[in-house]
């Protein structure tokens, strides 16, 4: 039997309470692991500059495998203001340590799975006509790019002399010639052909092997015209060397609509990055918000997973914790499948399924109550009797 080391980052906020939960939960299950802390987050950023240190990189370099909890990400002059005096003036700039470690790590391939859980309050319901409900099951995968597009991080304000001249060649800038470089910000959305591919074919893949029925493209090629258009070219050239499985393209603005009619049609999506990250949290909302939302950043030799929750700050130091970690449990077992232990993280989602199906042990979300420290006269169970639960059904 394989042995794993996996590099756990809790992060910031309700990431330090829902990791080792999960870490409880793999143990429980038979995941052969031992589990190495490793620094990221906020107090990093404050304290040395840096919210993904590089003694955090190293260990990734090392293990390859990762867990990861939460992150609190704040606008720039917030970043600034709380750096150390002694850093502040340094010329230092703070960027989100989970992006920088997909594009360091080249984590370019962010699968978001989206599945309903029978029994979970929080579920969509649709009206039937003759006046009663209906629960439709929904089962989708995101295949977001998770290197490129709107996150490339390429952008400026006053933007310098010669990337000006560059703009200024694209007869669309005209508009913005005139605008003072103080009053004026760019942001680029890159898109090349080689990520687009492999994102696209892992997502017919993935259909492939799991018998969805189709992969629908949610861009905006009628507005976005070179990069969404690349998307929707790739698509189609990849979609005929998979003739079981049908191609769809749905704008984005509207996929966000027909997910909320008719959510079970869908299977899987692949899309950029701005849209994919957009696109999985409406889904999410579908099946029970963020508190079931997991996802893997997978590269060709690194990966690294992680509830695509925030991080709570507020719910950080209730005692005893509130907060639901059954995202975070999901995680895990997503990174039991991508080692090849599919069985172990069979064993922790039907856990979870069994559960929720019961209904016995609710968190505060699920029991649509507000959070705080009066969510137990409500009946909410906390964070570990959640875990306990879970575990009890293994």
Same mark, same amino acid.
């Given at each position: 039997?394989?042995?794993?080391?996996?590099?756990?980052? $809790?992060?910031?906020?309700?990431?330090?309470?829902?990791?080792?939960?999960?870490?409880?939960?793999?143990?429980?299950?038979?995941?052969?692991?031992?589990?190495?802390?490793?620094?990221?987050?906020?107090?990093?950023? /404050?304290?040395?500059? +840096?919210?993904?240190?590089?003694?955090?990189?190293?260990?990734?370099?090392?293990?390859?495998?990762?867990?990861?909890?939460?992150?609190?990400?704040?606008?720039?002059?917030?970043?600034?203001?709380?750096?150390?005096?002694?850093?502040?003036?340094?010329?230092?700039?703070?960027?989100?340590? *989970?992006?920088?470690?997909?594009?360091?790590?080249?984590?370019?391939?962010?699968?978001?799975?989206? /599945?309903?859980?029978?029994?979970?309050?929080?579920?969509?319901?649709?009206?039937?006509?003759?006046?009663?409900?209906?629960? $439709?099951?929904?089962?989708?995968?995101?295949?977001?790019?998770?290197?490129?597009?709107?996150?490339?991080? !390429?952008?400026?304000?006053?933007? $310098?002399?010669?990337?000006?001249?560059?703009?200024?060649?694209?007869? @669309?800038?005209?508009?913005?010639?005139? !605008?003072?470089?103080?009053?004026?910000? *760019?942001?680029?959305?890159?898109?090349?052909?080689?990520?687009?591919?492999?994102?696209?074919?892992?997502?017919?893949?993935?259909?492939?092997?799991?018998?969805?029925?189709?992969?629908?493209?949610?861009?905006? $090629? +009628?507005?976005?015209?070179?990069?969404?258009?690349?998307?929707?070219?790739?698509?189609?050239?990849?979609? @005929?060397?998979?003739?079981? *499985?049908?191609? /769809?393209?749905?704008?984005?603005?509207?996929?966000?609509?027909?997910?909320?009619?008719?959510?079970?049609?869908?299977?899987?999506?692949?899309?950029?990055?701005?849209?994919?990250?957009?696109?999985?949290?409406?889904?999410?909302?579908?099946?029970?918000?963020?508190?079931?939302?997991?996802?893997? +950043?997978?590269?060709?030799?690194?990966?690294?997973?992680?509830?695509?929750?925030?991080?709570?700050?507020?719910?950080?130091?209730?005692?005893?914790?509130?907060?639901?970690?059954?995202?975070?449990?999901?995680?895990?077992?997503?990174?039991?499948?991508?080692?090849?232990?599919?069985?172990?993280?069979?064993?922790?989602? +039907?856990?979870?399924?069994?559960?929720?199906?019961?209904?016995?042990? /609710?968190?505060?979300?699920?029991?649509?109550?507000?959070?705080?420290? @009066?969510?137990?006269?409500?009946?909410?169970?906390?964070?570990?009797?959640?875990?306990?639960?879970?575990?009890?059904?293994?």
């Amino acid at each position: 039997m394989s042995h794993y080391t996996v590099v756990s980052m $809790p992060g910031d906020g309700i990431g330090k309470i829902v990791l080792p939960e999960a870490e409880r939960v793999l143990g429980k299950a038979g995941f052969p692991a031992d589990y190495i802390h490793a620094d990221i987050g906020w107090d990093f950023w /404050r304290r040395e500059g +840096n919210p993904l240190p590089e003694r955090t990189v190293k260990l990734l370099e090392q293990h390859k495998l990762g867990l990861f909890g939460a992150i609190t990400s704040k606008p720039k002059w917030d970043a600034d203001a709380e750096l150390d005096p002694q850093l502040k003036g340094t010329g230092l700039v703070y960027y989100s340590p *989970i992006v920088t470690m997909r594009q360091k790590f080249d984590l370019d391939l962010c699968v978001r799975p989206i /599945r309903s859980f029978p029994g979970n309050p929080l579920n969509f319901i649709r009206k039937k006509l003759d006046g009663g409900f209906e629960e $439709p099951v929904v089962d989708a995968v995101i295949f977001r790019q998770g290197t490129e597009g709107s996150y490339a991080g !390429v952008e400026w304000t006053n933007p $310098p002399q010669n990337v000006r001249e560059a703009f200024t060649t694209h007869r @669309k800038f005209k508009t913005f010639a005139s !605008v003072k470089g103080e009053d004026l910000a *760019i942001s680029t959305r890159i898109v090349t052909r080689e990520a687009t591919r492999r994102v696209i074919r892992e997502a017919f893949e993935y259909a492939k092997r799991f018998g969805y029925k189709s992969v629908t493209v949610a861009e905006k $090629p +009628n507005v976005l015209r070179e990069t969404s258009g690349m998307f929707e070219e790739e698509a189609r050239a990849i979609a @005929k060397e998979y003739p079981g *499985i049908a191609l /769809r393209s749905v704008n984005i603005d509207a996929i966000m609509m027909w997910l909320t009619k008719n959510p079970e049609e869908y299977g899987v999506f692949v899309c950029e990055n701005l849209f994919g990250d957009i696109l999985s949290d409406g889904f999410a909302g579908l099946v029970g918000g963020l508190g079931f939302a997991c996802s893997g +950043n997978i590269g060709r030799e690194y990966a690294v997973f992680e509830p695509t929750h925030g991080s709570a700050p507020k719910y950080e130091k209730l005692s005893p914790s509130i907060v639901n970690p059954i995202a975070m449990i999901l995680s895990g077992a997503m990174l039991c499948d991508h080692v090849g232990e599919k069985e172990k993280g069979e064993r922790i989602r +039907n856990a979870v399924a069994e559960v929720v199906r019961e209904g016995k042990v /609710r968190t505060y979300d699920m029991l649509r109550v507000p959070g705080g420290p @009066k969510v137990f006269g409500h009946g909410a169970c906390t964070t570990q009797q959640m875990t306990d639960a879970i575990l009890a059904k293994m």
